[in-house]
């Protein structure tokens, strides 16, 4: 294996497309990853635009304890952030991509694709012009969604799935979406997992008081890009039946996204500025601080493929408050580790929060829970699908 060479096209190096390249990183000769960008999100930096400031390179890529053999190369693309321009993004990002190829002499034994579209359209077709093997991870929407908007992009996700020698997914859930699409590529379920050195049990009060958070105050926390698939809203509507109850919590919601306006407005709207605070995006290093200091963990997704977050706070022995979307149910089957309600109710999701608030959870319980889902575990499992292509 030392003497192959990985070409990675993904749509951005961080978290659990970044974690598990890292990691397989020591067996190849060197690893090339090519990250999907579009030029545009950089006014962002310069023009406070909410939907654009998550898609800029400072967001997309992270270098932190990146491997010596791993260059990362940027693949640029111009594009309006419309449905009719996502769907004929497919040749936009070959063309960069082979740009980026040729123009730093880039060779590879093994193409490893994250998302189906727009990168696994680009690996399928760079195995048809250099005859080498393919492994495409579908993540999430790109499987339970796109492929089931029309016929025409069934048969573009279809194509793609059908070009790869290995497909890696999450979840059983995401799975089943690929059995209707009738692909005979096999397909391993890996879920998202966690880096064990970064997400641990700390001291929760010192955590606070580096984060200057109020020390007696329960602590809730979400992270995610504000997007209305997080349904946030629906945290905020719980928050507003829960202050009525208690009057010592604090919900910190971590990240950047189109709703932020929004979901600011609504806080403000419902007087609930004191209890729920948008902090805006912070380093990934940085989050396990965060998570350590709160006191439960609460995502209220409207749908998911295996939120990495999940597995990041279960690590840090932390409570998960969820929804029975996507893969979510496939990790939290145990009132030991979380609870889970019906997504888009923020009257269950209230109930749910306030009995975690109440109980009292065994941290250690969950973080030996969490150890078969560290990123080393998982990434040995996408090693041995890489032996077995390269061996063929």
Not at 23 to 43: C, T
Not at 108 to 130: M, N, P, Q, R
Not at 215 to 226: E, H, P, Q, R
Not at 370 to 382: C, F, G, M, V
Request: glycine letters at 6%; aromatic letters at 10%; a positive charge.
């Amino acid at each position: 294996m030392h003497n192959h060479k990985l070409l990675v096209i993904c749509c951005s190096y961080t978290a659990f497309q970044k974690d598990p390249t890292d990691l397989v990183a020591p067996i190849f000769q060197n690893v090339s990853v090519l990250v999907r960008h579009n030029p545009i999100a950089e006014i962002s930096k310069y023009i406070p635009i909410p939907e654009l400031k998550y898609f800029c390179l400072d967001y997309n890529i992270d270098f932190y304890n990146k491997p010596s053999n791993l260059e990362v190369y940027t693949t640029p693309i111009l594009y309006a952030p419309f449905d009719s321009q996502y769907k004929v993004l497919g040749d936009k990002h070959l063309k960069s991509v082979e740009k980026v190829i040729g123009e730093n002499n880039i060779e590879f034994d093994l193409i490893h694709s994250h998302f189906t579209w727009s990168c696994g359209y680009v690996g399928a077709k760079l195995k048809e012009k250099y005859n080498v093997p393919l492994v495409i991870t579908a993540h999430g929407f790109d499987i339970y969604k796109l492929p089931f908007k029309d016929l025409d992009w069934q048969r573009k996700i279809q194509y793609v799935l059908s070009s790869a020698d290995y497909i890696i997914t999450v979840s059983k859930n995401n799975s089943d979406y690929i059995k209707k699409l009738n692909v005979d590529t096999p397909v391993k379920i890996l879920p998202n997992g966690y880096k064990d050195d970064l997400f641990y049990p700390m001291n929760q009060l010192q955590c606070k008081r580096k984060l200057n958070l109020p020390l007696n105050n329960k602590i809730i926390l979400n992270v995610g890009n504000l997007s209305e698939v997080k349904g946030h809203k629906y945290l905020i509507e719980a928050m507003k039946e829960i202050v009525k109850f208690r009057k010592d919590v604090l919900c910190i919601i971590i990240g950047e996204g189109k709703l932020r306006n929004t979901l600011q407005r609504q806080i403000n709207n419902n007087g609930l500025s004191k209890f729920i605070k948008l902090v805006g995006r912070r380093p990934h290093s940085e989050i396990p601080i965060w998570i350590n200091a709160c006191d439960l963990f609460v995502l209220p997704s409207l749908n998911e493929g295996n939120p990495t977050v999940m597995f990041e706070c279960l690590g840090c022995g932390k409570p998960f408050i969820g929804t029975n979307v996507g893969g979510v149910p496939e990790i939290i089957k145990s009132n030991d580790h979380g609870l889970l309600t019906d997504a888009g109710n923020s009257h269950k999701l209230a109930e749910k929060i306030k009995t975690a608030l109440d109980k009292k959870w065994d941290g250690k319980k969950i973080v030996n829970y969490a150890e078969k889902y560290k990123w080393k575990n998982i990434a040995e499992e996408i090693q041995q699908i890489y032996c077995h292509l390269l061996q063929n």
